[in-house]
């Protein structure tokens, strides 16, 4: 993939722009928000996904730092046990969503460079230089190559660990998670950029010359 400043210009590319400034706000902040909370405020959190658990405790927290809280209450389990700890506070999200947020800043900033206007299996497969020239058959099985590599390990660890007793670590946790959101980055960018017009990228490059 041939990574060009000049198609920044372009409406898609600034689109997945914002997603990374959006997502590198939010990623830094699971950083900041304990980082500047007195030690000892959030520890020992225990509880469950897709709901909030601890909204009359965010109450007590400063603004900036009760969004970050509250937000993260809702999307993460945020058990203590799976989770890190900054300046004595636990962060905002576990280990693995941590890493996954990581993941969706970076994917993102690759692709904002990235030129559109393909089919989307051709551009998903441009992000590791698989040309026009090579066979749809081949391009199919590289392509879920590909998508193993950065779905499996996140399924095999988290879905082992949820249906035994198997206990995984944080460290595998983040970088489980962080193959994910770079995986899923990419897909949401390909998604956007493959429906770009055809000649938009050809004439931002000619304007240039």
């Known amino acids: 993939m041939k990574l060009k400043v000049e198609h920044l210009q372009g409406n898609v590319n600034r689109v997945i722009i914002v997603l990374f400034i959006l997502s590198l706000f939010y990623t830094s902040s699971l950083f900041l928000a304990p980082l ?5 405020t959030v520890t020992e959190l225990d509880g469950n996904a897709n709901m909030v658990d601890y909204s009359e405790k965010w109450e007590e927290l400063p603004v900036y730092h009760q969004a970050v809280y509250l937000f993260s209450d809702f999307n993460c ?9 900054v300046n004595g506070n636990q962060m905002p999200v576990c280990a693995r969503d941590v890493g996954i947020f990581i993941g969706l800043s970076a994917g993102f900033i690759i692709m904002a460079f990235a030129r559109g206007g ?3 299996k051709d551009q998903l497969l441009d992000v590791i230089n698989v040309g026009p020239e090579t066979s749809e058959r081949k391009k199919t099985a ?7 590599l950065f779905i499996l390990p996140i399924a095999l660890d988290g879905g082992v660990q949820l249906v035994t007793s198997y206990e995984s670590f944080n460290a595998l946790r983040t970088a ?4 994910f959101g770079l995986g899923l980055s990419i897909f949401i960018s390909s998604v956007l950029l493959a429906s770009a017009p055809v000649g938009h990228y050809k004439d931002i490059e000619r304007s240039e010359k």
């Open 118 to 120: 393909k089919r989307l």
């Open 176 to 179: 489980t998670g962080l193959l």
């Open 36 to 40: 500047t909370l007195e030690p000892g």
């Open 142 to 148: 590289i392509l879920i190559i590909f998508g193993a």
């Open 77 to 85: 389990h945020q058990k203590h046990y799976r989770s890190y700890s």
